[in-house]
């Protein structure tokens, strides 16, 4: 499987970017997807995760929301009223064996990831 993240930009605080990750060489059915987040200077982390349920980490539920386009084979992350500290590269993952919370809690890994989209919330 390989994946393509897009949809990265500068946007100000309190804007929005929706971010998508196209999956090539097999079907949504078939893998949970992460979106994850690396800040300059600090480790990745996971941001929400998705697969026959969804799940976001706990500081960005309300703000952020993933979806699937099953018609597009991309999941996408909607992001609302960002802050600076969401500032970083954000990757997507594919996960064959995983359910959203094990893949986002990091009790399960990643079979394959994407090349990374910036995002810089700053005025």
């Known amino acids: 499987v390989q994946l393509q993240a897009s949809g990265g930009g500068l946007v100000q605080p309190g804007g929005s970017l929706t971010l998508s990750c196209a999956v090539f060489?097999?079907?949504?059915?078939?893998?949970?997807i992460g979106w994850f987040r690396q800040a300059p200077g600090k480790e990745r982390e996971a941001v929400a995760c998705i697969g026959s349920s969804k799940y976001h980490v706990k500081s960005e539920e309300g703000r952020f929301n993933i979806s699937k386009d099953n018609a597009k084979n991309t999941v996408n992350l909607q992001m609302n009223s960002l802050k600076p500290d969401d500032t970083g590269v954000y990757y997507c993952?594919?996960?064959?064996?995983?359910?959203?919370?094990?893949?986002?809690?990091?009790?399960?890994?990643?079979?394959?990831w994407g090349q990374g989209t910036q995002v810089t919330v700053s005025s």
């Open positions: 993952a594919a996960a064959r064996w995983a359910v959203a919370t094990t893949l986002c809690l990091g009790l399960e890994g990643s079979d394959s």
């Open positions: 060489g097999a079907t949504l059915e078939d893998y949970t």
